[in-house]
């Protein structure tokens, strides 16, 4: 009868019923499948023992930020400043898009706001500068998933909870593969643009450094506070979520955008982002719950080790399922759904949690490119008109570029761990 479960789960999910509500009814029908209906008695203090976790808390609060960010006339000070910055580069826009990402994704932590505030200013700019529409909102949606490496990120969090890791390593150890993400863009936009002679900025269009720095200052605060209150040890990513919510709202007052109403906006947006969020962890919880009562983990661990997969072999193997749950599955929903099961048999042969984190936090996120689903690909496209086929087509090269990056966090473990080993975030 364990065969009702996912069939129950696909009828559901063709329904159009939430995701949340698909799983937590294909979990209750799987307890009595399996003979365990028995233990759902105690399915609810499973269920609150997943959601009361202190990590999570920051959740909210840097969600909060980010929209707060998001109404508050941060993002055209930003652009301007990577206007600034790497404007006058061959293929500049391109730069000044990549370079925004980084920024925004120090303030948001989410890849789809980033794709759609930057989709909403740059791509028109890039399209009047002579960037065809498809080349600009491919670069839009390949550089906005800095936003969930680059810290503060929410995947993190929700990793982090899940597998009781340390958050502030998490966000420590995300930084330099953010940042070689962004440098591995910037030089695939570098080779367009001299391979299909991109335009430069003229130096009368480039807003003046100085002043565009100083008008800047306020949004930079933001991630510089996060950062710096986690890395000196005087917050902790929660304290610091809570501390940036109050820095963007100065920082909206500051730009003269941050109204009661955006501000009453941001909260609604928040609950509603937060709660879906909850509610999604509460019905994998169910099915973790089952999992752990008929010892999936140890059954994976021992076809691993029957089929003789070393680490690396393994390591290779989760990643491709991680590729593929990509395509179909939001990234929460296949981090609730996989980390439980597969990642602890990673870290039995050796894996460094931190370094695993951060890899699966990089490897799901490329799903945010990849159809059938493709959420940043659907943002932009919405937002921007381009055909969402003839866009994913063009995204194709930068994907190619981060799955190579991808890799090299996989075979390279030190890229992720040397600054928070350094920082004395992880041991020797």
Same mark, same amino acid.
């Given at each position: 009868?364990?065969?009702?479960?996912?069939?129950?789960?696909?009828?559901?999910?063709?329904? &159009?019923?939430?995701?949340?509500?698909?799983?937590?009814?294909?979990?209750?029908?799987?307890?009595?499948?399996?003979?365990?209906?028995?233990?759902?008695?105690?399915?609810?203090?499973?269920?609150?023992? #997943?959601?009361?976790?202190?990590?999570?808390?920051?959740?909210?609060?840097?969600?909060?930020?980010?929209?707060?960010?998001?109404?508050?006339?941060?993002?055209?000070?930003?652009?301007?400043?990577?206007?600034?910055?790497?404007?006058?580069?061959?293929?500049?826009?391109?730069?000044?898009?990549?370079?925004?990402?980084?920024?925004?994704?120090?303030?948001?932590?989410?890849?789809?706001?980033?794709?759609?505030?930057?989709?909403?200013?740059?791509?028109?700019?890039?399209?009047?500068?002579?960037?065809?529409?498809?080349?600009?909102?491919?670069?839009?949606?390949?550089?906005?998933?800095?936003?969930?490496?680059?810290?503060?990120?929410?995947?993190?969090?929700?990793?982090?909870?899940?597998?009781?890791?340390?958050?502030?390593?998490?966000?420590?150890?995300?930084?330099?593969?953010?940042?070689?993400?962004?440098?591995?863009? !910037?030089?695939?936009? &570098?080779?367009?643009?001299?391979?299909?002679?991109?335009?430069?900025?003229? #130096?009368?269009?480039?807003?003046?450094?100085?002043?565009?720095?100083?008008?800047?200052?306020?949004?930079?605060?933001?991630?510089?506070?996060?950062?710096?209150?986690?890395?000196?040890?005087? !917050?902790?990513?929660?304290?610091?979520?809570?501390?940036?919510?109050?820095?963007?709202?100065?920082?909206?007052?500051?730009?003269?955008?941050?109204?009661? !109403?955006?501000?009453?906006?941001?909260? #609604?947006?928040?609950?509603?982002?937060? &709660?879906?969020?909850?509610?999604?962890?509460?019905?994998?919880?169910?099915?973790?719950?089952?999992?752990?009562?008929?010892?999936?983990?140890?059954?994976?661990?021992?076809?691993?080790?029957?089929?003789?997969?070393?680490?690396?072999?393994?390591?290779?193997?989760?990643?491709?399922?991680?590729?593929?749950?990509?395509?179909?599955?939001?990234?929460?929903?296949?981090?609730?759904?996989?980390?439980?099961?597969?990642?602890?048999?990673?870290?039995?042969?050796?894996?460094?949690?931190?370094?695993?984190?951060?890899?699966?936090?990089?490897?799901?996120?490329?799903?945010?490119?990849?159809?059938?689903?493709?959420?940043?690909?659907?943002?932009?496209?919405?937002?921007?008109?381009?055909?969402?086929?003839?866009?994913?087509?063009?995204?194709?090269?930068?994907?190619?570029?981060?799955?190579?990056?991808?890799?090299?966090?996989?075979?390279?473990?030190?890229?992720?761990?040397?600054?928070?080993?350094?920082?004395?975030?992880?041991?020797?």
């Amino acid at each position: 009868m364990i065969w009702a479960a996912p069939v129950l789960g696909a009828v559901l999910l063709a329904s &159009g019923l939430a995701i949340a509500y698909v799983i937590g009814a294909s979990a209750v029908v799987a307890f009595f499948g399996a003979g365990q209906e028995r233990y759902l008695a105690i399915l609810p203090q499973q269920i609150f023992s #997943k959601i009361d976790v202190f990590a999570l808390m920051a959740m909210p609060l840097f969600i909060l930020a980010g929209e707060i960010m998001n109404r508050g006339g941060v993002t055209r000070v930003l652009i301007r400043l990577a206007m600034a910055l790497v404007g006058r580069l061959p293929g500049g826009l391109g730069h000044v898009n990549v370079m925004t990402s980084v920024f925004f994704a120090g303030i948001s932590g989410s890849a789809v706001a980033d794709s759609a505030a930057v989709s909403n200013t740059l791509v028109p700019a890039m399209r009047e500068q002579g960037y065809t529409l498809t080349y600009a909102g491919a670069i839009t949606a390949a550089s906005s998933i800095i936003g969930p490496i680059v810290p503060p990120s929410i995947v993190m969090i929700f990793y982090g909870a899940l597998m009781n890791t340390s958050v502030t390593a998490l966000f420590i150890a995300g930084i330099v593969p953010g940042l070689l993400l962004a440098l591995a863009l !910037m030089l695939a936009n &570098g080779y367009f643009a001299w391979r299909d002679d991109h335009p430069r900025a003229a #130096k009368g269009e480039l807003p003046p450094f100085l002043p565009t720095l100083l008008r800047a200052l306020p949004a930079l605060c933001i991630p510089g506070i996060i950062l710096g209150g986690i890395v000196f040890g005087l !917050m902790t990513p929660t304290e610091a979520a809570a501390v940036a919510v109050v820095a963007a709202a100065f920082a909206g007052m500051a730009y003269e955008r941050m109204t009661l !109403m955006a501000l009453f906006e941001a909260l #609604k947006r928040t609950a509603m982002l937060s &709660g879906s969020i909850f509610m999604l962890i509460a019905a994998v919880s169910a099915l973790g719950y089952l999992g752990a009562l008929e010892r999936l983990p140890e059954a994976i661990a021992d076809m691993v080790t029957g089929a003789g997969l070393g680490p690396v072999e393994y390591m290779l193997l989760l990643n491709v399922i991680f590729l593929l749950a990509g395509m179909v599955l939001d990234t929460p929903v296949a981090l609730a759904l996989l980390v439980p099961l597969l990642a602890p048999v990673a870290l039995e042969q050796g894996a460094d949690p931190v370094h695993l984190g951060i890899v699966l936090c990089f490897n799901l996120t490329l799903g945010l490119l990849t159809p059938p689903l493709g959420g940043c690909l659907i943002i932009v496209s919405t937002v921007t008109g381009i055909n969402y086929w003839r866009l994913a087509r063009a995204v194709l090269p930068f994907l190619v570029v981060e799955i190579a990056v991808l890799g090299v966090l996989i075979w390279v473990p030190e890229v992720t761990l040397w600054l928070p080993r350094v920082l004395g975030f992880i041991g020797g």
